[in-house]
């Protein structure tokens, strides 16, 4: 038994590690600057439940008796914590550090992608939880089914050697890890540029011992030097092929080697999240028929396509949606539901605005229909350093010229004297946990 500290312990990597070693016995304290500024942060609550010790993030709360801490990567070196940490002469892990030596203890399955590896980790799990394969799984979104008042859905401790991760690209760990099986869906511009993303998901390919899965409809993936794949695919040929598609507006029927599938969620993207676990599943010797029993059981992971409000009238999600790919996924669903909508985006942070600003505007204006809006809400700022030289006036002013509606709105609450102008209301951005009760707000005042 370990004492571990987590410094930045909100975080959802850093909160799913924590989680997954407290159930296996360690003692688990712990900070994090969004609990202090939110002492009711329902994730600070749900750790505390657990028996998790949180702490003020000043340094107050951390001494020699940690045989190791574990540091988010959005804890700056100069923070009270990394200095006392190192006076103390307590070993320093990185989170993706850390996790790296965690894969290395399991026959890991690791989800990567540029979009949906939240979701395609978390069905995943939840599937051979179900197959009573009793995996482990430290992810970033939270399953909905497996939250209770002491996990937030992020994690899972079975019994097996099996865990599934979700393998993010954003700080280059990826190609550290060693695992089993790989699943690469798709390759498109988020934390990195394209082409450096390629050379990590080649190196993962690499690593990967025994079976790679990728999505055979992605081009960028057709560039990238993979060794014998097994693919999934909805428009060109593959192993496991989706065929007779019915998108439903809420769900999704289709058919794989002639066997009836249904799927509890919406869209093409969502299709593909399912055909990749149903493709390592088959692989791994789960019958597909016996796949089509448990896979309308699983109803997503939060935050993705959450439907707040759907009276008839009025439509109101909540989603995660926050890279060029996955807003027009979420945009090219949402169309087909319904018209009149009103599109509420947060940028997820300065960098991440500054490298995706053009996708951003592209997406929008290929998107917003003459019947629709958008409204940019500021840039969403967790603290610490960055250079603040973009807003979401650079990215507003370029879809206007392009003749799509669009503003920007510097208070948020602003919008709930505006809900007669339009009928449907999507809410999206990644990071910032209030955006679910903005999103709950517009849903109740709408009724």
Known sequence: MSRIFFSGIGGSGMSAIAGFMADRGHVIAGSDRSFDMS????????????????VPQDSSGIDASYDFAVFSTAVEDDQP????????????????????EIVQEFRTVAVAGTSGKSTM??????????????PNFIGGGRVKQFRTTSNPGNYLSGSSD?????????????????PSYSIIANLSL???PVEKTAGMFETLASNTRDLLVIGGDDTNLHKCRFDKPVRFSIHTSSEYQAQAIEYQPFSTNFKLHDINFRLSLPGEYNLYNALSCIALLSEMGIPLRDITDVLPQFSGIERRFDVYLN?????????YAHNPHKIESLMETVK???????????????????LMKQGYIEAFIRNLREEDHLILLPIFYAGGTTQKDISSEDIAKEIQAAGRSAEVLHERTLIFSRLKEWD??????????????????????LQ
């Open 121 to 134: 980790a978390g069905m995943l799990a939840f599937l051979m939880d179900k197959f009573g394969l009793k």
């Open 39 to 54: 002492p009711d942060n329902p994730i600070c609550r749900i750790m505390k439940a657990k028996g998790i010790t949180i």
């Open 311 to 319: 009276s008839g009238k009025n439509l109101v999600i909540d989603d």
């Open 162 to 178: 099996l865990l599934v991760i979700e393998a993010c690209e954003s700080d280059g760990s990826i190609v550290s890890y060693h």
């Open 336 to 354: 087909k539901i319904c018209h009149s909508i009103c599109y509420i985006f947060q940028p997820h942070g300065f960098g991440p605005a500054r």
């Open 190 to 192: 988020d934390h990195n």
């Open 81 to 100: 914590e990394a200095i006392k940490a190192g006076q103390l002469g307590i070993p320093v892990k990185t989170r993706p550090g850390y996790l790296s």
């Open 424 to 445: 449907n209301y999507i809410v999206f951005g990644a990071r910032d946990e209030t955006l679910s009760d903005f999103t709950r707000e517009i849903a109740m005042r």
